[in-house]
């Protein structure tokens, strides 16, 4: 393992804005020479320490990641990679420029890998070859989406479609781009354009739901009486459900079916309360949001709990969760920051955090945002908190898998 690179994550969206996987890449330090030498090894330790990372489970073969497909940048030397054999093919798709397709052994290779169900996404694809027989041997193909000429595209990708790949567009850099290609049926890699806002979105405010979930948060802060609490959720019936199926669901109850919202919260506590309700307030708004920034959120939240968690102990990683799960609210709820905390009673902390990254659990928030953003920053950061770039890049997967068993 190059305990110089930083894992970075960018994800790909369907025209519906959900995440339908994500492309991991080491970011490169920007000051290391790239000289000539063929990025194999780097590309293979990625291979590897993702495979050790997102396969689980107690018989160690589970993808931890669900439904979700990784993209991994490849040169031909990898194709027959042993970390490669242990990842699952209809998950895995490694991007390859189209032109090293005109090399034989390569030629074979992809055909082998796509026979085994590996995914191939072709890069820098200019034509489909004579005999369009693309499809046994790519199952994405990247296409450079420009504004300028549209129907010249769109001529040229009924033909791709046709041939049963999947298009990925890339790079889209306003929403505007994103709606021109969702309208043409193609996904989107697309940077952190999901975390800019998204002109024409009106919702603004807190809805009911919510109203009624930050009186529960502030009553669980405050350690209010039991009943208190279950007297405001019994105001919506929908958060009792959700909340019995969250129980029900994550084991709780320990082998008993749980039906009172009473028992439910004896048996939940209220650290974990809160952490739900942190949860529930960001998947409550219910108009204009994309599912993107909410799994954004999620992971953001569990990435700088984690990587605070060694030095600040538990019960403070779970404010640093707070925090980051937070720190998308006004993109979620269409308000600003300002707003936000002034619907909601937070611990000073982490509004410092949420306002200027600043404080005792700013940085771990700025790292985790860092790692979206392939940002710079990640280094200074990672030194400022004593932080190897192993810790943070397991971290990382670690808060991916765990966003998608809670979206589950």
Request: proline share 5%.
């Amino acid at each position: 393992m190059h305990h110089t690179h930083f894992l970075v994550r960018e994800p790909l969206l369907d025209p519906q804005q959900r995440v339908v996987g994500y492309e991991l890449s080491w970011q490169q330090p920007q000051h290391a020479a790239t000289g000539s030498a063929s990025p194999a090894p780097a590309l293979e330790s990625l291979l590897a320490f993702v495979a050790n990372h997102v396969i689980g489970g107690d018989d160690g073969e589970s993808w931890l990641l669900l439904d979700k497909i990784l993209f991994l940048e490849a040169v031909p030397e990898m194709l027959s990679a042993d970390a490669l054999h242990r990842m699952p093919p209809s998950r895995t798709v490694l991007s390859l420029p189209a032109a090293t397709l005109d090399h034989p052994d390569t030629l074979q290779a992809v055909h082998a890998l796509r026979a085994g169900g590996v995914g191939i996404l072709l890069r820098n694809f200019a034509r489909a070859p004579a005999g369009l027989r693309l499809a046994s041997l790519a199952s994405f193909v990247e296409v450079r989406f420009s504004s300028a000429n549209v129907a010249t595209q769109a001529r040229a990708y009924a033909a791709l479609k046709q041939s049963g790949l999947t298009m990925v567009a890339r790079p889209v850099s306003n929403w505007a781009d994103f709606d021109a290609c969702a309208a043409l049926g193609l996904n989107a890699f697309v940077g952190k354009l999901h975390l800019t806002p998204r002109p024409g979105t009106t919702t603004r405010g807190v809805n009911p739901a919510q109203a009624i979930i930050l009186q529960l948060m502030q009553l669980v802060k405050e350690n209010a009486d039991l009943a208190q609490i279950e007297a405001v959720l019994k105001r919506d019936p929908t958060l009792s459900y959700k909340l019995l199926r969250f129980i029900n669901s994550s084991g709780f109850g320990a082998g008993r079916e749980v039906q009172s919202m009473r028992q439910a919260l004896t048996l939940l506590g209220y650290a974990p309360l809160h952490r739900w309700l942190t949860l529930l307030l960001a998947t409550a708004s219910t108009s204009g949001y994309s599912p993107v920034l909410l799994e954004t959120a999620v992971v953001r939240g569990r990435l700088a709990e984690l990587l605070a968690r060694d030095t600040l102990g538990r019960s403070e990683a779970e404010q640093v969760f707070v925090a980051g799960m937070f720190s998308l609210l006004d993109r979620l709820l269409g308000m600003t920051m300002e707003e936000v905390l002034g619907a909601i009673q937070l611990p000073d902390e982490v509004i410092e955090a949420l306002l200027t990254r600043s404080g005792r659990y700013g940085p771990y928030l700025a790292l985790a945002e860092a790692c979206e953003l392939n940002s710079d920053l990640v280094a200074a950061l990672a030194i400022s908190l004593k932080l190897s770039p192993e810790e943070i890049n397991q971290a990382h997967l670690q808060a991916l898998a765990w966003a998608q068993q809670m979206a589950a």
